[in-house]
């Protein structure tokens, strides 16, 4: 019942909502702004926002008028508003939302007083109940929708609400069930605003409430999901309330210091940056815990985390953030610094990706808020805008890690980072480009990894742009193109495709044009490249950290003379480039097969993305020089495998310059092809297979060229019409074979030239600025789109008649062929082995498909329907639909996509009824007749003839489709990926298409086809259209599969294009299906299957209730056909909406007619809409009638027919014949009842189930008062509910509504749900009533339905029902308690305990007894488990004496087993069952079981321990699920506590979970009311209370606990084997302890770590004997690190650390103290206070002196990983301290001498272990910077003296100095190149002689 609700239920609302959020991409609003942002006071009408770019003034036909388009909105709104009235939701509704969404997407302007009126129906329509859910699955689905609308949903609530809305959620928060907390938590994320209240006493305003959210998050620690959904809460309050000058806004933005550093903690916390050998900060068993809050979880792909961190960062930042240490952008450049290591291509892990995103989306933002308050989109107040400082502070953070990422080795992560170098370049171009390109120019002269070189040429993609507008780094451009040039290698693909998009880069951004002329003195390069050159010897000696800032270094007139000089090599820049390329070209491999994917089909997509605007940028006689080298190669060489890109590239000349290319093209190729057919016979006869013969390839490679220079290139080709149109008959004439394609697709680029509106403009400026000149000023400038001028090509009226005639002569041509060859007497024969004539057929009828394609635009959809209307689309028409489809049964056979259409202008270009005109169309009429002729032809004589066939049906294809508009060519889709790949290097955050003129140009492009598009969407059949589509029907279930195949993919597409079409042919679809059938036709069954179910034919057919009986019947019938790939396939088709046959239709919907007449149009439509109406009534009526038919007829079907075919049956049954109206047909109920105990395993679930959902409508209709409506509006009759109003004003409220749980006897009420008063009391709360009445609301329908239901369970139905139940299972994964049993047996006992059913109380009981038998076997067990959990919970809701005569039977049975019945093998089931009867219910619901479970205590004399432990997890499992109503818990903490040293481990783990779960929900805060608790935890500080604060009690348990371990352990004599009181008491306590830190009240224990546990984990640690001991210690010592201390708290936790890691007597704890401290410092660093730093610090370093090595290792990796994350100032401060002292240190000890038989004085071992110490602190102090390049200035002393004083020491001091500077150099492989720079010759040769030399060099 859960999987089958989605399709139907969402489809609708989906739709309706989609549209709500303006359609994503194509947002009409800006998503930064919100409403009344700087708006005009009344300006009512216009956007928030003026359109950046004028779509229509761009285009080059006149665009409609502003009234046609309004009068267009009316048209749709009335139908809207129609077809809402009428309750017609689909298809009425359904349509004109997506008219309505054509209309928004084309750009056209809607007022804001309509959008408001739009944004509040389509909420509501989402949300009506009712609207075409199936009744039963509404509640499911309508979750789904409701969660996925709440995303958005808080943006539409209003700010001053928020009191209310947190007084109606926060009640339901509970940590006891913590699912309550995840469900709040997740709601008040989706649905509070985050906008700022009016500053009005009694609003609340973000610091009153968020002590209480930091509160909340205190409250479920160690959680991941919470962490993120905080930081979507802050950041977004960030955002909103940064315009708002009534907040406080200071150096932590809106928050106080205590909570930005929290929420820095939790950030360093998401990142799960590992550190030394913590563990993860989260445990997932808190998450786990979330059940139905999933649902309310953002989704990580559209809502990454770094996303929601970045947002808060930046959003909180201001300029007083900048000298005031932890502010907000201090802890940031903290953060950076301490985890900078993390970013390092070396040192990846899966934090990795993370960091990325962060850094990433932090510049993101942050360039995105700069541009918008520069522009004034953003109204910052002005002391809190970013000014230059804070700028530059934030990219100075930033820097370092970005450009370690930058050299990432993972593509993911790289891709982050190159958005971010773009990012901060934009911002801080002198202070990250210089860095850049010392980075760049090493890499691109090839000194480093491969992979560098490739970041290198991405990270110049991406910076080119602003690279060339900024004075003195421009200069570098030219130098970087010429050093990018050797990356275009065959050898290594990527990296020519890198090089390309680089100098693609640039290329938009200059003109590649001499700018030397304009100056005296430079005429050549010298002057630049004596600049370059010391420039980057400059950089190679300053290092990574250049700092160069040519706006002061270079005076104006210098950089400019730099720059013009740097202009004189583009001439030979451009011959070396295509040099390159063609090598290129020439080494490519053949390619395999179109559109693989391949790297070289990469790079041949990406050289004419590349040359394009490099072609178009060149100056004059650059162009010229290029032409002449392109040309000379196309003459002189046929490289056949780089035919395509060559033709690519000769296309972009051609684009850049069409008068000059073609003068020197088009003669040169006419003349070669002519030579090619004359003297080299090439294409003089038919050739087999796909390959072009050697002799064709020069001939192909000619054509391919032409056919490239004349397409897109605007009316330049007039000249050359004849030469032409000469060669192209000329060619056809004599070709045969393979290039007769090329010919045909040379002509439809022809026709497409001649008859295609497009922008022919490439041009780098407007026409003007040529005009004056080009100069220095004009690189990287931008154009503003409102200025743009665009050069369009409007085909004239020379071009059409020329495109006409020549359409008209290749139609004859191919058409008086193609009669020939299927005429009686063809010129090729038929027969004979090589298919000649087949070839013929399919390369004449390609030449149709393309020639139709070429002149697509000029075919009139009109004329084409054979429609004699006259205006053409100048006027906005509107398309009626035809009126064949108004039989009631047809519901909504029409699929929306093809319903009528609004068509705005697109400029069609010929006159309706012209001669023109009429030639065309009667052209096309007689390509079309000819086909159908083919068609016919191929059936009859040659049907096996695959090829030809499938030449057909793409002719037909593109006959029925390409209309008006290419469609199969997908021109808008294509041109819109290009153009968003292309803007990538220019889209900067928060500006506003600021991209090069060509693209701009582009734009105007894509939005002209984009209406073309709009306007070719679907049209009417003609005759001729109607015989192509049944022939394409009828082959679509062709016997041979390739026919097929092709069929009906022709016929998918042809029927999307026609409006109708689907329900034309289903009918004969059907006839053929039954035929092959009845036949055992097994191709055409698989055909029928395919054309039917797998495409979009079944969705119609499903509305269509003329077919859809049949259709199902045939359907159940293909299940019995006997082959296995059938069965597949049948089976296959029910995901593909088949399931969903037969569901109810909406029958009644709750719409809000108010809101519907905010849209009512002036006219009347009450006529119009009534006849609808009653129209659609008679379709719900006819169409219920047939499906109760079919229910019927299939239940016939079902009776004496094979399992397969009943299975399939039942499916439909259910569908079409359960309704709550009505329920269900005797007969369907007899079926059901019978079937849940037939003997056909499968089909007893399904019957099962059916019998399941039988009783659950009769309920749900009873429940609704018998009315169907009332479901809908949710009006149920609970006799057995209240509400209970909780007394506020009562202090002793809460203690006796706990104490009340505890009493014995009947309650008033029973409490089922956890949440009510656990956090805070709502105003009441649900409960049930404590003597519930029977319910006895039953009408005449229900009570026959139950009477016959009755009838059929006999005891005999029982006995069988059971039987089946104790039968073993087929799987092992079956063997669990079934609750879909126990559901079924709940709804029969109510019968029977009733007394309506034929079998009695009495009997049940017996079966039971038989069922048990001598309860031996397992399966026993599981059947008697499901019926008694089934039993006891079926009265829990009935009036007292029957529940207790239930109860009195079987709590004893249940106690017994409890008692004496369990074995590990069944104790699953009975832990099951009882979680099913008490489970989210009252514990006093069942007091009997809680009695008997409670009076439990341990017995030491029993030695079966299974016995013993299984209770107790009975008991356990009783606890969790009373929560903290449970009140019987000192008796058993009592009994348990006394007994922890228990001897058996099962029993110890199972009182271990007791008492944690015990102490877990002790805890409840029951605030009166929600007022109250946000007034409490404001008042006790700005990150709320602290929860979890453990009572008195609570502290004398625990420590009378341990120090009854201390007792013991003194008792234990060391190394006994032998288990004792204190290795099993503390293995019981480590498990409780164990328990508790994994969950989110581990918080409880804080006050103990430091004191009380510590020192008895680490003693636990050291029982070599017992090794479960040794890791149950472990395990819970590193736990104690990841506790959230709260700010302040963690003083003890690190004077104890320090205590036992300088005091303690064993090593092993000294060397365990040192994990805890790296990881609490580095996880702390927010929250630590200095003297807790200082201590940490000083013990480390002492312990380098350690008696013992290991230690002394351990603190010196510890020493290294607490250096390396702090913050620089902290680092400063610490380093010279510790470098002097270890160096005096390694000065003062020198190695003790050893004099030969004596033996070693003792202080000489004490002066060995100081200087060990010495060399480990130096050695900690040089691994702290593994990465940092240059080292820092002190290291390569510090490595020399190690090297020359220590390296030749004996034993483990010379050994640690060799394996430091091993290291050393090790994590410098990639850069030792620039950092040996860094050392002095001595210092070299002194590293040299400790690693022999080669080592080093």
């Given amino acids: 019942m859960e999987d089958e609700s989605y399709a139907n239920g969402r489809s609708h609302a989906q739709l309706l909502q989609n549209m709500l959020q303006n359609g994503g991409a194509n947002d009409t609003i800006s998503r930064a702004t919100s409403p009344g942002h700087g708006v005009n006071g009344n300006d009512k009408q216009k956007r928030y926002r003026t359109r950046t770019y004028p779509y229509f003034q761009h285009l080059p036909y006149k665009a409609e008028e502003e009234a046609e388009r309004d009068a267009a909105l009316e048209e749709i709104l009335k139908q809207l508003y129609t077809a809402i009235k009428a309750e017609d939701i689909s298809p009425g509704a359904v349509h004109w939302t997506r008219e309505l969404r054509g209309w928004l997407n084309l750009k056209f302007e809607i007022t804001r ?14 949300l009506a109940p009712g609207l075409d859910y199936a009744a039963a699955e509404r509640f499911e689905s309508m979750f789904r929708t409701l969660t996925n609308m709440c995303t958005y949903a808080y943006q539409y609530f209003d700010a001053s609400e928020r009191q209310a809305m947190l007084d109606e959620i926060l009640p339901f928060f509970s940590t006891s069930e913590i699912t309550g907390a995840f469900i709040v938590m997740g709601a008040l994320n989706m649905l509070m605003p985050t906008h700022p209240a009016p500053n009005e006493p009694g609003q609340l ?28 809460i802050f950041s977004r309050l960030a955002r909103d309330s940064l315009e708002c000058e009534h907040i406080e806004f200071s150096e932590y933005g809106i928050f106080t210091k205590d909570q930005s550093d929290l929420i820095f903690t939790a950030l360093l916390r998401l990142t799960e940056i590992p550190v030394g050998q913590a563990t993860s900060p989260y445990c997932q068993m808190v998450d786990l815990g979330a059940g139905l809050g999933l649902y309310l979880e953002k989704d990580k792909k559209k809502n990454p985390i770094g996303y929601a961190i970045a947002r808060w960062v930046v959003m909180s930042l201001s300029p007083s953030c900048i000298d005031k240490p932890g502010s907000i952008l201090s802890n940031l450049e903290g953060m950076m610094e301490s985890i900078d290591t993390f970013f390092h291509p070396s040192n990846q892990g899966n934090w990795t990706d993370m960091l990325a995103q962060i850094v990433f989306h932090l510049v993101d933002f942050f360039v995105m808020r700069w541009n918008k308050e520069q522009s004034g989109e953003m109204a910052t107040p002005p002391e809190r805008r970013i000014n230059a400082e804070l700028k530059r502070r934030f990219v100075l953070s930033l820097k370092e890690v970005m450009f370690m990422g930058l050299f990432s080795k993972k593509s993911k992560p790289l891709n982050y980072f190159f958005g971010a170098i773009q990012g901060l370049a934009y911002l ?17 002269q090839g000194l480093v990894e491969v992979h560098r070189t490739q970041s290198s040429l991405c990270g110049l993609q991406m910076t080119a742009n602003v690279m060339s507008k900024h ?4 200069c570098h451009v030219t130098a970087l193109l010429a050093l990018a040039l050797p990356g275009i290698d065959a050898n290594d693909l990527s990296k020519t495709q890198h090089t390309l998009n680089f100098i693609q880069s640039v290329a938009y951004s200059i003109p590649f044009a001499d700018l030397t002329n304009s100056s005296d003195e430079i005429h050549d390069t010298t002057l630049a490249i004596q600049w370059v050159q010391g420039e980057m010897e400059r950089m190679e000696r300053e290092g990574p950290n250049v700092q160069i800032d040519y706006t002061t270094e270079l005076s104006d007139e210098d950089e400019e003379n730099i720059l013009r000089s740097s202009t004189a090599g583009f001439g030979e820049f451009v011959m070396a480039l295509l040099g390159k390329v063609f090598t290129l070209l020439e080494n490519l491999p053949e390619a395999s097969r179109v559109r693989s994917g391949s790297p070289e089909e990469a790079v041949i997509n990406t050289l004419p993305a590349a040359l394009t605007p490099l072609f178009a940028a060149l100056s004059p006689e650059n162009f010229d020089k290029a032409l002449d ?11 056949h495998q780089a035919r395509d890109a060559m033709a690519f590239i000769c296309n972009a000349l051609c684009k850049a310059n069409p008068e000059k290319t073609l003068k020197r093209f088009v003669p040169m190729l006419v003349v070669g092809i002519r030579n090619e057919i004359d003297t080299n016979d090439a294409a003089s006869d038919r050739s087999s297979g796909t390959d072009v013969l050697p002799r064709d390839r020069a001939l192909v490679w000619h054509i391919s060229m032409l056919s490239m220079i004349i397409v897109h290139v605007g009316d330049t080709l007039m000249p050359y019409k004849t030469e032409l149109y000469d060669i192209a008959l000329y060619m056809q004439e004599k070709c045969k074979g393979i290039p007769t394609i090329h010919i045909s697709n040379y002509i439809h680029h022809f026709l497409l030239n001649l008859t295609l509106i497009y922008p022919v403009d490439g041009a780098l400026y407007e026409p003007e600025v040529f005009e004056k000149g080009l100069d220095v000023n004009d690189w990287g400038r931008p154009l503003d789109p409102r200025d743009l001028t665009i050069k369009w090509h409007l085909p004239s009226k020379e071009e059409l008649e020329f495109a006409v005639k020549l359409f008209e002569s290749q139609v004859d041509t191919a058409v008086s062929r193609l009669t020939n060859l299927i005429s009686d007497s063809p010129k090729i024969s038929r027969k004979g082995k090589n298919k000649e004539w087949s070839d013929e057929v399919s390369r004449n009828l390609a030449q149709i498909r393309l020639i139709i394609s070429g002149v697509a635009t000029l075919f009139d959809p009109k004329r084409a329907s054979a429609g004699t209307d006259q205006n053409g689309d100048s006027n906005m028409d509107i398309v009626e639909p035809e009126l064949e489809d108004e039989n009631p049964l047809a519901e909504a056979a029409e699929d929306a996509e093809t319903r009528p259409q609004f068509h705005y202008r697109a400029g069609y270009l010929l006159e309706k009824d012209s001669a023109l005109y009429n030639h065309i169309h009667s052209l096309r009429e007689d390509v079309g007749h000819l086909l159908s002729k083919i068609h016919n032809f191929l059936v009859e004589q040659q049907e096996d003839d695959v090829a030809c066939f499938t030449a057909l049906y793409s002719a037909y294809r593109t006959w029925i489709i390409d209309v008006g508009n290419e469609r199969s060519a997908h021109m808008l889709e294509r041109v819109t990926r290009l153009y968003a790949s292309d803007i990538r290097a220019f889209k900067i955050s928060g500006l506003r298409k600021v991209y090069p003129r060509p693209l701009l140009v582009r734009r105007a492009g894509i939005y002209h086809f984009h209406r073309v598009k709009h306007n070719s969407s679907a049209r009417h059949k003609s005759e001729l259209d109607k015989t192509l589509l049944l022939e394409l029907a009828a082959s679509a279930v062709s016997s041979y599969a390739e026919v097929r195949v092709n069929a009906q993919s022709a016929l998918e597409a042809a029927l999307k294009s026609l409006l109708a079409g689907r329900t034309l042919v289903v009918a004969p679809l059907l006839s053929t299906f039954r035929q092959a059938l009845e036949t055992d036709d097994f191709d055409r069954i698989k055909g029928s299957l395919y054309t039917l179910f797998f495409g979009s034919l079944t969705k119609t057919i499903s509305r269509d209730w003329r077919y859809a009986p049949e259709l199902i019947e045939l359907y159940i019938k293909s299940a019995s056909v006997d082959k296995p790939s059938i069965a597949k396939i049948s089976g296959q088709s029910l995901y593909g909406g088949l399931a969903e046959f037969g569901k109810s239709l909406e029958h009644y919907m709750v719409i809000d007619q108010d809101l519907v007449e905010t849209i009512a149009p002036p006219e009347d439509c009450s006529q119009k809409i009534t006849s609808r109406n009653s129209f659609i009534k008679e379709r719900r009526s006819k169409v219920e009638a047939k499906k109760a038919a079919l229910s019927l007829r299939l239940i016939d079907i079902c009776k004496n027919s094979h399992w397969r075919i009943a299975a399939r049956c039942a499916i439909f049954i259910l569908n079409s014949g359960l309704r709550i109206q009505t329920l269900a047909s005797p007969a369907l109920i007899d079926l ?25 409508f009769i309920e749900t209709r009873a429940v609704y008062g018998h009315s169907a409506e009332k479901h809908i509006r949710e009006e149920e009759t609970q006799e057995n509910r209240l509400e209970v109003e909780v007394k506020n004003g009562d202090s002793t409220w809460t203690e006796e509504y706990l104490a009340a749980f505890a009493k014995p006897g009947l309650p008033d009420y029973f409490v089922d749900r956890d949440f009510p008063g656990w956090l805070v009391w709502g105003k009441s709360f649900r409960a049930v009533k404590g003597r519930p009445v029977e319910f006895e609301d039953y009408d005449d329908l229900e009570n026959n339905v139950r009477s016959q239901i009755g009838g059929l369970l006999t005891r005999d139905w029982y006995s069988k029902y059971f039987g089946y139940m104790k039968q073993e299972p087929r799987d092992a994964t079956a063997d669990r308690f079934r609750v879909q049993n126990a559901a079924l047996l709940i709804q029969t006992f109510d019968l029977t305990l009733r007394g309506v059913t034929a079998a009695t109380f009495e009997d049940i009981k017996e079966l039971i007894a038989a069922v048990f038998e001598d309860g031996t076997d397992k399966h026993q067990h599981r059947a008697t488990a499901e019926i008694m959990a089934a039993l006891l919970i079926c009265v829990m809701e009935s009036p007292v004496e029957v529940r207790d005569k239930v109860w009195s039977y079987g709590v004893p049975f249940l106690m017994k087993i409890f008692d004496d019945g369990l074995t590990p093998e069944n104790i699953t089931y009975w832990m099951t069952c009882l979680h099913m009867i008490i489970g989210g219910k009252d514990p006093r619901q069942a007091r009997e079981i809680y009695e008997q479970l409670i009076s439990f205590r341990l017995d030491m004399s029993s030695n079966a321990a299974f016995k013993e432990s299984s209770k107790i997890q009975l008991l356990e499992f009783a606890i969790q699920d009373a929560g903290w109503h449970f009140r019987f818990e000192m008796p058993i903490l009592e009994d348990f506590l006394a007994h922890i040293d228990h001897p058996y481990k099962s029993v110890r783990e199972a009182i271990g979970r007791t008492i944690a779960a015990i102490y877990r929900t002790r805890y409840y805060e029951a605030f009166k009311d929600v007022p109250t608790l946000l007034a409490a935890n404001k008042a006790a500080s700005s990150i709320g209370i602290k929860p979890y604060t453990p009572s008195e009690h609570f502290g ?7 120090e009854r371990l201390e007792v013991w352990r003194k008792e234990r004599t060391p190394g006994d084997q032998a288990p004792s009181s204190y290795t099993s008491g503390s293995k019981t306590v480590l498990l409780w302890l164990d328990t508790t830190f994994q969950s989110h009240e581990c918080t409880q224990l804080l006050d103990y770590i430091p004191d009380v546990f510590m020192e008895q984990v680490l003693h636990m640690m050291d029982v070599k004997e017992d090794i479960e001991l040794q890791r149950l210690a472990y395990q819970v010592f590193r736990h104690l690190p990841n506790i959230p201390f709260p700010a302040g708290e963690d003083g003890n936790f690190v004077n104890a650390l320090v205590r036992i890691g300088k005091t303690s007597t064993s090593w092993h704890q000294r060397l365990r103290t040192l994990i805890n401290m790296q990881i609490l410092y580095f996880r702390r660093i927010f929250l630590i206070r200095t003297e807790q730093q200082e201590a940490l610090f000083a013990a480390v370093a002492d312990m380098l002196e350690d008696s013992q090595h290991e230690v002394r290792m351990g603190a010196s990796t510890t020493l290294a990983g607490m250096i390396r994350c702090s913050p620089v100032a902290l680092r400063n401060n610490i380093l010279p301290t510790l470098k002097t002292k270890f160096t005096t240190a390694l000065r003062k000890n020198p190695m003790p001498k050893k004099t030969p038989g004596t033996s070693t004085p003792v202080n000489t071992n004490q002066q060995v272990i100081r200087r060990h110490a010495a060399v480990l602190g130096l050695g900690a102090l040089v691994n702290a910077f593994p990465y940092a390049t240059p080292p820092p200035e002190w290291m390569p002393e510090i490595l020399a003296m190690l090297a020359s004083k220590a390296a030749n020491d004996a034993g483990a001091i010379g050994k640690t100095v060799k394996t430091i500077l091993a290291d050393f150099k090790k994590t410098r492989q990639d850069t030792w190149v620039t950092d040996q720079r860094y050392f002095t010759t001595e210092q070299l040769e002194d590293l040299e002689g400790v690693l022999w030399k080669s080592y080093f060099a």
């Fill in 113 to 126: 007083t309509l959008r408001v009126k739009l944004v509040k129906l389509y909420y509501m329509l989402a």
């Fill in 205 to 232: 305003q973000p610091q009153d409430y968020l002590p209480t959210f930091f509160h909340l998050w205190s409250l479920v620690n160690r959680s991941k999901a919470f962490d993120v959904i905080f930081f979507d």
């Fill in 428 to 444: 801080e171009p002198h202070l990250i480009l210089p860095g850049a390109l010392q980075r760049f120019y090493p890499s691109l």
């Fill in 471 to 474: 004075k003195g780094l421009r």
């Fill in 629 to 639: 080298k392109v040309a000379s190669f196309v003459q002189n060489h046929v490289v």
């Fill in 1232 to 1256: 059901a009842v019978k079937g849940s105990i037939d003997d056909h395993p499968g089909l007893r679930s399904s019957y099962g189930e059916a019998f399941i959902r039988i009783f659950l």
């Fill in 1596 to 1602: 004398s348990t625990v420590k009378d606990v341990f």
